[in-house]
């Protein structure tokens, strides 16, 4: 029950016999599981320093004997299989990639299994069959509300008794380079509406958790379970375009204003990586019903930030952090299954905008100018209020703390092409 502790593999001492560089997001302790395209094959792996692993050769070759792995485990186009198997698969095979890639003596056998990073193509690391994008911190619900509604409570009256959230569009989920072509909508105007490109183009600063094994139609998942169920995490960018959004999501929520795109990084940071960043949530109140009353409500030190790229110039915009979540992954899933709605291996779940309590940790553009009337200035006489054709987002993730070893998530980046 509840989310994974540290175990060896966390230990700060260990030290791979393949070359790291300090500060390396990637180090031993880490191994993030991903899916990559190299010489036309498609296999998962995971990475180590500037480097791959390729899953599906050390398979072949032996190396993961004794763990109950169906055969051809990793020689697929996504982590949906693996996911499926279940924490005590996941955790013996995290355990033995440690002890390869620690052991010298097996540096023989490991070696010919490493790919320089430089030479595959990263993908997608699952096929989710269903994206659920949540409204999880409440310092962005708080701001969206004085924004939105200034004269009425910030937070509709339900936000502090569920876990708030949408179903959005899993087919328009993709990887970390992939462009983002500014979408047209119904926009409204005071000549009534009009099918435009949207000019509020923005970025959510979001993280993803991807769940396993799933549940049976009609059996909801109990929040002390909920952490059987979550792999990993990875950073999302949620792209919203909020004039379209503004237009059309009462009374039923946000659909093509969100629905265009959806990016996230190529690397799963597994909960076991994560372990030795666990912190309380802060306190919720008015304590939450039974059914997501989380016995240990805690959350990760996920260090996060936002870049953006204008003009060939790059400049952090945002800094925060997902230990201001209001509600933790399992209240989330606990909530989206508390109904009998199934989740299934590889579906990916998003905690919706991660904004901490200063201007400069918002985790959008709506924030951050709010809703324009405050410009940001980029220098050499830049500024922005929304997203503009050919600027790029970066966005980073990382945990850190005294006695461990730096965790990093990577990054999801993403450019602005013209409307067609």
Same mark, same amino acid.
Not at 197 to 203: I, S
Not at 217 to 241: C, T
């Given at each position: 029950m509840g989310p994974p502790r540290p175990d060896f593999t966390n230990d700060p001492a260990l030290r791979s016999w393949v070359p790291v560089d300090e500060g390396s997001p990637f180090p031993v302790q880490n191994l993030p599981f991903g899916v990559f395209r190299h010489r036309r094959r498609v296999r998962a792996g995971v990475a180590i320093g500037d480097y791959v692993l390729d899953l599906a050769r050390l398979q072949e070759d /032996?190396?993961?004997?004794?763990?109950?792995?169906?055969?051809?485990? =990793?020689? #697929?186009?996504? !982590?949906? /299989? =693996? $996911?499926?198997?279940? %924490?005590? @698969?996941?955790?013996?095979?995290?355990?033995?990639?440690? &002890? !390869?890639?620690?052991?010298?003596?097996?540096r023989p056998r490991v070696e010919p299994a490493l790919l320089g990073m430089s030479e595959v193509e990263l993908l997608l690391p699952v096929r989710p069959g269903d994206y659920v994008d949540f409204y999880a911190s409440l310092y962005h619900a708080s701001n969206m509300g004085r924004i939105l509604r200034p004269q009425q409570d910030p937070l509709p009256p339900n936000? #502090?008794?569920?876990?708030?959230?949408?179903?959005?569009?899993?087919?328009?989920?993709? +990887?970390? /380079?992939?462009? +983002?072509?500014?979408? %047209?909508?119904? +926009?409204?105007?005071?000549? *009534?509406?009009?099918?435009?490109?949207?000019?509020?183009?923005?970025?959510? !600063?979001?993280?993803? =958790? @991807?769940?396993?094994? /799933?549940?049976?139609?009609? %059996?909801?998942?109990? @929040? &002390?379970?909920a952490w059987d169920h979550i792999f990993g995490l990875l950073l999302v960018n949620d792209w919203s375009a909020r004039d379209i959004q503004a237009w059309e999501y009462v009374p039923l929520g946000p659909f093509l204003g969100k629905s265009f795109a959806t990016s996230v990084s190529p690397w799963l940071v597994t909960l076991e990586a994560l372990a030795p960043f666990l912190v309380p949530l802060a306190p919720q109140e008015p304590a939450p019903l039974p059914h997501l009353a989380d016995p240990e409500p805690l959350t990760y030190d996920v260090r996060l930030e936002v870049a953006l790229v204008v003009g060939g110039r790059e400049q952090v915009v945002s800094r925060t952090s997902l230990r201001h979540l209001y509600w933790s992954l399992a209240q989330m899933l606990a909530h989206a299954t508390s109904n009998g709605a199934l989740t299934r291996p590889g579906d990916l779940w998003a905690t919706g905008t991660v904004s901490g309590p200063e201007p400069g940790s918002y985790?959008?553009?709506?924030? $951050?100018?709010?809703?324009?009337?405050?410009?940001?200035?980029? *220098?050499?006489?830049l500024q922005r209020s929304f997203l503009e054709d050919g600027d790029t987002v970066v966005m980073r993730g990382w945990c850190e703390g005294q006695g461990a070893v730096c965790i990093g998530l990577g990054e999801v980046r993403g450019t602005v092409l013209p409307a067609v």
């Amino acid at each position: 029950m509840g989310p994974p502790r540290p175990d060896f593999t966390n230990d700060p001492a260990l030290r791979s016999w393949v070359p790291v560089d300090e500060g390396s997001p990637f180090p031993v302790q880490n191994l993030p599981f991903g899916v990559f395209r190299h010489r036309r094959r498609v296999r998962a792996g995971v990475a180590i320093g500037d480097y791959v692993l390729d899953l599906a050769r050390l398979q072949e070759d /032996g190396l993961l004997g004794g763990i109950p792995l169906p055969r051809r485990a =990793f020689d #697929r186009d996504s !982590l949906n /299989g =693996f $996911l499926a198997l279940g %924490r005590p @698969v996941w955790r013996a095979v995290r355990q033995r990639l440690c &002890e !390869l890639l620690t052991e010298s003596r097996w540096r023989p056998r490991v070696e010919p299994a490493l790919l320089g990073m430089s030479e595959v193509e990263l993908l997608l690391p699952v096929r989710p069959g269903d994206y659920v994008d949540f409204y999880a911190s409440l310092y962005h619900a708080s701001n969206m509300g004085r924004i939105l509604r200034p004269q009425q409570d910030p937070l509709p009256p339900n936000w #502090r008794w569920l876990p708030i959230g949408y179903h959005g569009r899993s087919a328009t989920v993709v +990887v970390s /380079g992939t462009p +983002v072509v500014r979408p %047209r909508g119904q +926009v409204s105007t005071p000549d *009534g509406p009009v099918l435009t490109p949207t000019l509020m183009l923005d970025f959510e !600063l979001e993280v993803g =958790f @991807v769940t396993g094994p /799933g549940n049976a139609l009609g %059996r909801p998942i109990p @929040v &002390e379970e909920a952490w059987d169920h979550i792999f990993g995490l990875l950073l999302v960018n949620d792209w919203s375009a909020r004039d379209i959004q503004a237009w059309e999501y009462v009374p039923l929520g946000p659909f093509l204003g969100k629905s265009f795109a959806t990016s996230v990084s190529p690397w799963l940071v597994t909960l076991e990586a994560l372990a030795p960043f666990l912190v309380p949530l802060a306190p919720q109140e008015p304590a939450p019903l039974p059914h997501l009353a989380d016995p240990e409500p805690l959350t990760y030190d996920v260090r996060l930030e936002v870049a953006l790229v204008v003009g060939g110039r790059e400049q952090v915009v945002s800094r925060t952090s997902l230990r201001h979540l209001y509600w933790s992954l399992a209240q989330m899933l606990a909530h989206a299954t508390s109904n009998g709605a199934l989740t299934r291996p590889g579906d990916l779940w998003a905690t919706g905008t991660v904004s901490g309590p200063e201007p400069g940790s918002y985790g959008c553009l709506m924030e $951050l100018t709010w809703r324009g009337q405050r410009p940001l200035a980029l *220098g050499d006489g830049l500024q922005r209020s929304f997203l503009e054709d050919g600027d790029t987002v970066v966005m980073r993730g990382w945990c850190e703390g005294q006695g461990a070893v730096c965790i990093g998530l990577g990054e999801v980046r993403g450019t602005v092409l013209p409307a067609v």
